[in-house]
Protein backbone atom coordinates (compact mmCIF):
# COMPACT_ATOMS: atom_id res chain seq x y z
CA UNK A 1 0.00 0.00 0.00
CA UNK A 2 1.27 3.27 -0.88
CA UNK A 3 1.15 6.34 1.41
CA UNK A 4 -1.60 8.02 -0.39
CA UNK A 5 -3.56 4.75 -0.15
CA UNK A 6 -2.56 4.98 3.31
CA UNK A 7 -3.50 8.59 3.88
CA UNK A 8 -7.00 8.34 2.14
CA UNK A 9 -8.05 5.20 3.97
CA UNK A 10 -10.77 6.34 6.85
CA UNK A 11 -9.73 6.32 10.22
CA UNK A 12 -11.39 2.95 12.71
CA UNK A 13 -13.47 5.62 14.04
CA UNK A 14 -14.73 7.61 11.32
CA UNK A 15 -15.64 4.29 8.84
CA UNK A 16 -19.47 3.52 8.50
CA UNK A 17 -19.84 0.22 10.66
CA UNK A 18 -23.42 -1.74 10.71
CA UNK A 19 -25.39 -2.15 13.64
CA UNK A 20 -24.06 -5.10 14.55
CA UNK A 21 -23.39 -4.23 18.63
CA UNK A 22 -27.51 -2.85 18.42
CA UNK A 23 -28.55 -6.20 17.01
CA UNK A 24 -26.67 -8.15 19.42
CA UNK A 25 -27.58 -6.27 22.74
CA UNK A 26 -30.94 -6.35 21.44
CA UNK A 27 -30.71 -9.99 21.41
CA UNK A 28 -28.82 -10.27 24.77
CA UNK A 29 -32.09 -8.64 26.15
CA UNK A 30 -34.48 -10.75 25.09
CA UNK A 31 -32.58 -13.89 25.80
CA UNK A 32 -32.25 -12.26 29.27
CA UNK A 33 -36.07 -11.35 29.36
CA UNK A 34 -36.70 -14.90 28.54
CA UNK A 35 -34.39 -16.66 31.37
CA UNK A 36 -36.09 -14.27 34.23
CA UNK A 37 -39.56 -15.66 32.92
CA UNK A 38 -38.35 -19.13 33.20
CA UNK A 39 -36.56 -18.15 36.70
CA UNK A 40 -40.06 -16.90 37.81
CA UNK A 41 -41.95 -20.09 37.57
CA UNK A 42 -39.39 -22.50 38.93
CA UNK A 43 -39.71 -24.84 40.80
CA UNK A 44 -42.98 -25.37 38.81
CA UNK A 45 -43.31 -26.08 35.34
CA UNK A 46 -43.40 -22.74 33.53
CA UNK A 47 -45.06 -21.99 30.60
CA UNK A 48 -43.08 -22.26 27.32
CA UNK A 49 -44.13 -20.66 24.73
CA UNK A 50 -43.17 -17.36 25.55
CA UNK A 51 -39.37 -17.72 26.29
CA UNK A 52 -39.29 -19.98 23.55
CA UNK A 53 -40.55 -16.74 21.35
CA UNK A 54 -38.15 -14.53 22.61
CA UNK A 55 -35.04 -17.36 21.85
CA UNK A 56 -36.42 -17.75 18.25
CA UNK A 57 -36.13 -13.47 18.15
CA UNK A 58 -32.69 -13.74 20.05
CA UNK A 59 -31.25 -16.43 17.80
CA UNK A 60 -32.23 -14.60 14.59
CA UNK A 61 -30.58 -11.26 15.87
CA UNK A 62 -27.70 -12.96 16.91
CA UNK A 63 -27.47 -14.56 13.25
CA UNK A 64 -28.63 -10.93 12.04
CA UNK A 65 -25.61 -9.06 13.59
CA UNK A 66 -23.13 -11.82 12.36
CA UNK A 67 -24.16 -11.71 9.00
CA UNK A 68 -23.58 -8.27 9.13
CA UNK A 69 -20.04 -8.46 10.53
CA UNK A 70 -19.10 -11.12 8.03
CA UNK A 71 -20.27 -8.21 5.15
CA UNK A 72 -17.37 -5.87 6.79
CA UNK A 73 -14.50 -4.43 4.68
CA UNK A 74 -11.45 -3.49 6.37
CA UNK A 75 -11.70 -5.21 9.53
CA UNK A 76 -9.60 -6.35 12.36
CA UNK A 77 -10.48 -9.62 12.42
CA UNK A 78 -7.17 -11.47 14.26
CA UNK A 79 -8.88 -8.96 17.09
CA UNK A 80 -12.08 -9.69 17.24
CA UNK A 81 -11.07 -13.17 17.02
CA UNK A 82 -8.43 -13.31 20.12
CA UNK A 83 -10.84 -10.85 22.51
CA UNK A 84 -14.00 -13.10 21.10
CA UNK A 85 -12.18 -15.93 22.21
CA UNK A 86 -11.23 -14.99 25.53
CA UNK A 87 -14.60 -13.22 26.45
CA UNK A 88 -16.56 -16.46 25.34
CA UNK A 89 -14.58 -18.51 27.72
CA UNK A 90 -15.34 -16.21 30.36
CA UNK A 91 -19.20 -15.93 30.01
CA UNK A 92 -18.89 -20.03 29.30
CA UNK A 93 -18.21 -20.22 32.96
CA UNK A 94 -20.67 -17.66 33.88
CA UNK A 95 -23.28 -19.55 31.48
CA UNK A 96 -22.18 -22.78 33.39
CA UNK A 97 -22.61 -21.39 37.04
CA UNK A 98 -26.28 -20.25 36.05
CA UNK A 99 -26.80 -23.54 34.38
CA UNK A 100 -26.09 -25.40 37.59
CA UNK A 101 -27.84 -23.35 39.50
CA UNK A 102 -31.08 -24.14 37.32
CA UNK A 103 -30.31 -27.95 37.56
CA UNK A 104 -30.14 -27.78 41.77
CA UNK A 105 -33.29 -26.23 41.63
CA UNK A 106 -34.43 -29.06 39.90
CA UNK A 107 -35.33 -27.76 36.47
CA UNK A 108 -35.48 -30.90 33.93
CA UNK A 109 -36.78 -32.07 30.62
CA UNK A 110 -37.89 -29.04 27.90
CA UNK A 111 -37.38 -26.07 30.37
CA UNK A 112 -33.98 -27.14 31.13
CA UNK A 113 -33.39 -27.64 27.38
CA UNK A 114 -34.58 -23.87 26.94
CA UNK A 115 -32.72 -22.67 29.34
CA UNK A 116 -29.42 -24.22 28.23
CA UNK A 117 -30.29 -22.65 24.61
CA UNK A 118 -30.83 -19.28 26.55
CA UNK A 119 -27.43 -19.39 28.00
CA UNK A 120 -25.47 -20.49 24.75
CA UNK A 121 -27.00 -17.22 23.20
CA UNK A 122 -26.29 -15.04 26.21
CA UNK A 123 -22.57 -16.89 26.45
CA UNK A 124 -22.68 -15.69 22.33
CA UNK A 125 -24.09 -12.26 22.69
CA UNK A 126 -21.87 -11.44 25.41
CA UNK A 127 -18.37 -12.59 23.73
CA UNK A 128 -19.60 -10.83 20.58
CA UNK A 129 -20.59 -7.55 21.27
CA UNK A 130 -17.42 -7.21 23.53
CA UNK A 131 -15.20 -8.26 20.97
CA UNK A 132 -16.87 -6.24 18.05
CA UNK A 133 -16.42 -3.27 20.43
CA UNK A 134 -12.69 -3.29 20.54
CA UNK A 135 -12.04 -4.37 16.96
CA UNK A 136 -14.23 -2.02 15.40
CA UNK A 137 -11.81 0.34 16.87
CA UNK A 138 -8.39 -1.09 15.73
CA UNK A 139 -6.58 -0.32 12.26
CA UNK A 140 -7.16 -3.14 10.19
CA UNK A 141 -4.47 -4.97 8.79
CA UNK A 142 -3.36 -3.75 5.04
Known amino acids: MSAAEATTRPAP ?4 FPPV ?3 VVV ?8 GIWMASYFPRRPPLAPPTVLWVLSAALLVTGFV ?3 RVADFAWAVFGL ?4 ALLA ?3 TAGLIEFAFVHNGATGAPLA ?3 AMLVIFALD ?3 VIAVTVARYQTPPP
Not at 13 to 16: C, G, I
Not at 27 to 34: D, K, Q, R, T, Y
Not at 83 to 86: F, G, L, N, S
Open 126 to 128: VAT
Open 27 to 34: SLALVIVG
Open 68 to 70: LLA
Open 83 to 86: VWRW
Open 114 to 116: LVT
Open 13 to 16: QDRV
Open 21 to 23: APC
Open 91 to 93: YVV
